[in-house]
């Protein structure tokens, strides 16, 4: 918002947090942020606080703040709620509070009652970036959507004016009502979802027939109802929005008594999971008894590539995995081993994929990363005790793996002693 012109301050109850990112300092790792924050702060237009009374005087209100997932599945919601009651006091009749949260469908309009109770007025505006791509998404977004109280031109006005750079790209600016605002965040990424465990799904059925997925999606991508992005089988999909998203929408539509149109989601989700277990069973295949205390390379921690993000990180868990079942679990990532080691202590860190890989009885790519696909298979060889690689990600060229003399298993692939009669 600062880089579009506005005066910007950014509130946050944590003071520690509000003070570093006034010294320009991003508290996780998103290409251009830095940049882009310094820019801000440098110029005077961007300023953070850790007194929610600095909102006086602002004539919009940002709320994005985080719904985790609670323990039954369902958004917890207390925190989004908390910081709307301690925004109250310093919002002035007339003012737009703007819902980037993304919520369970009917939240936005129960905060709506309690921001008209002020004379102001609340949009819905739900984000749909992605990590790794924020600034692009948030600056070029592919579209935005308003959802406002029936008939509330003024806040449709407002927030033209607030957004004017970005809509001279002339993208979609839809304005629909509360509901449908809130369902286009969670629908959105509950189809994304899908399609990813569409692809795995289909990668199941590879793995017994012979058939290349890589191959198979480019193919089905070529048709322009279905196209090729999300299409990448792998791993499947973890982070902290698709997964937390997808169980919170079975939870409010179960309890909206429409459970059953998005019961698919369930099977939607163990595709997902079994993906994580084809990739132990793997190396435990390949490895057999040897695989207590074997040592295994894993490269890639994070959730996917460019950023430090692990939560529900499908490395992560499969890393875990390998370790509980004895093996000597040697990780690296490019960005993300602070935050691992927070969470999965008991595998041991390397700073560079070669040093990870030194001595490996296996290998095995968990997170895309560019400096993994770039790997020269040839010259680190030599490295490993064992060269067989497992790709999690389908990203490695194969071929020329294979003609260094790796042994190349693949999510979406055959093992060839696997491959039932077809
Ligand atoms: C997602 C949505 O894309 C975004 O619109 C929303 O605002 C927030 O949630 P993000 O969590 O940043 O964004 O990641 P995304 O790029 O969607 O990837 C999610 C997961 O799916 C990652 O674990 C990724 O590795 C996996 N994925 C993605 C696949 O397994 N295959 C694919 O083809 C694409």
């Not at 994304?192 to 191959?215: H, P, R, W, Y």
């Not at 790997?375 to 999690?392: F, K, M, N, R």
Request: charged letters at 25%; a negative charge.
């Amino acid at each position: 918002m600062a880089s579009l012109g506005h005066d910007v301050v950014g509130i946050d109850t944590d003071d520690s947090r509000a003070v570093s990112l006034s010294r320009g300092i991003a508290p996780f790792h998103e290409p251009g942020l830095p940049e882009l924050l310094r820019e801000g702060v440098n110029s005077g237009r961007l300023t953070f606080s850790g007194d929610i009374s600095d909102a006086y005087g602002a004539r919009v209100h940002f709320l994005a703040i985080g719904t985790p997932q609670g323990p039954s599945g369902a958004a917890d919601l207390s925190y989004l709620f908390t910081a709307v009651a301690e925004l109250m006091p310093f919002v002035q009749a007339g003012d737009v509070v703007v819902g980037k949260s993304t919520v369970p469908v009917g939240v936005a309009a129960r905060i709506a009652d309690v921001v008209e109770s002020a004379g102001a007025r609340l949009v819905w505006n739900p984000e749909f970036l992605r990590e790794g791509l924020a600034i692009r998404d948030t600056l070029s977004p592919d579209r935005m959507v308003y959802g406002v109280r029936e008939g509330d031109t003024d806040s449709v006005a407002v927030l033209d004016d607030l957004y004017s750079q970005i809509l001279l790209s002339g993208m979609p600016r839809m304005v629909t009502d509360f509901a449908t605002s809130e369902l286009v965040k969670v629908a959105a990424n509950a189809f994304l979802a899908t399609k990813i465990s569409f692809i795995n799904a289909m990668a199941e059925i590879a793995e017994v027939t012979g058939a290349d997925i890589t191959q198979l999606a480019d193919a089905l991508g070529q048709d322009p109802r279905i196209g090729r992005r999300f299409l990448n089988a792998g791993l499947g999909f973890g982070g902290g929005c698709l997964p937390k998203d997808i169980r919170g929408f079975i939870a409010r539509a179960e309890e909206l008594g429409v459970g059953e149109s998005v019961s698919f989601l369930r099977e939607v989700e163990a595709i997902n999971l079994r993906r994580r277990d084809r990739a132990v069973q793997l190396v435990r295949n390949e490895l057999g008894p040897r695989l207590v205390g074997a040592t295994v390379a894993v490269l890639g921690l994070a959730f996917k590539p460019d950023s430090d993000d692990v939560r529900d990180s499908p490395a992560i868990d499969v890393a875990r995995r390998l370790s509980a079942l004895g093996a000597r679990v040697v990780a690296t990532d490019p960005h993300a081993i602070t935050a691992a080691r927070a969470i999965v202590p008991e595998i041991e860190f390397r700073a560079t994929a070669h040093e990870a890989m030194e001595g490996a009885d296996i290998v095995v790519v968990l997170t895309e990363w560019a400096d993994y696909k770039e790997l020269e298979p040839a010259g680190i060889l030599t490295l490993v005790s064992t060269p067989t690689v497992i790709d999690g990600r389908n990203c490695l060229d194969s071929d020329s793996w294979s003609a260094a003399g790796w042994r190349v298993l693949s999510l979406g692939r055959a093992v060839p002693a696997e491959l039932v009669a077809v």
